[in-house]
Every structure is written in structure tokens, then in C-alpha cells.
């Protein structure tokens, strides 16, 4: 059964940076593609990045060329850098597997990222 454990959220000022991490166990990590979704307060939940098994990237156009995601295969591992984070990304962040196969996804508890001065 696949378990995801998101790390990394916190208080951060506006301009800052920011690394959040997913840790993905109980399946094969290269079988699934991974993403990044996040849910501010008052508003649905909404995707920020994906990236394949294959490493093909895409994120929404609301943090791209600010936010990056990569994935390490050794570590099990999916991680999001954040750059010059602003307000409106204050969000609970949300990691998400998606089996490339079955379809089946499953989501983690989620971390808050709060960017306030």
C-alpha cells in the first residue's frame, strides 16, 4: 500500500525559498508519477507541478519559472523547490501518486507553507 509522507512546509518570508519533499514507500516509486497540489484557504485544491516516471515536467502557469519539481529514483523521494515565493502560494501542499498503469492515485496529509513577512 502506498504511503507518501510530505516534509518541508513552514513560515517563510516573501521573496524566500523553500524545499518541500514527498517520500513514497509501499510500491515501486518508478511505476508512478508524482505531483505537487496545494489548497488555500477558501479556494479548491489545484495542481502546481507533475513530473513522470520518465521526468517529463508541468506545472501550472501560476508558478512556473519560480517553482521546480524533481524526483529522486535512489531515494524514493519527490521534491518541490520554491523561489520567490509570494503570499498567494501560502497554501496546505499536498503530494499525490499516480500509478502509471492502474491509475490508482493516492494523496499525503499535506504540509503548510505560509509566506508572510
Known amino acids: 500500500q502506498v504511503q507518501l509522507r510530505e516534509s518541508g512546509g513552514g513560515l517563510v518570508q516573501p521573496g524566500g525559498s523553500r524545499r518541500l519533499s514527498c517520500a513514497f514507500s509501499?510500491?515501486?516509486?518508478?511505476?508512478?508519477?508524482m505531483g505537487w497540489y496545494r489548497r488555500a484557504p477558501g479556494k479548491q485544491r489545484e495542481l502546481v507541478a507533475t513530473?513522470?516516471?520518465?521526468?517529463?515536467?508541468n506545472y501550472a502557469s501560476s508558478v512556473k519559472g519560480r517553482f521546480t519539481i524533481s524526483r529522486d529514483n535512489a531515494k524514493n523521494t519527490v521534491y518541490l523547490q520554491m523561489n520567490s515565493l509570494k503570499p498567494e502560494d501560502t497554501a496546505v501542499y499536498y503530494c499525490?501518486?499516480?500509478?502509471?498503469?492502474?491509475?490508482?492515485?493516492?494523496w499525503g496529509q499535506g504540509t503548510q507553507v505560509t509566506v508572510s513577512s
Open positions: 509501499g510500491s515501486i516509486f518508478t511505476a508512478y508519477a
Open positions: 513530473i513522470t516516471s520518465g521526468a517529463v515536467t
Open positions: 499525490n501518486s499516480d500509478n502509471e498503469f492502474t491509475r490508482e492515485v493516492v
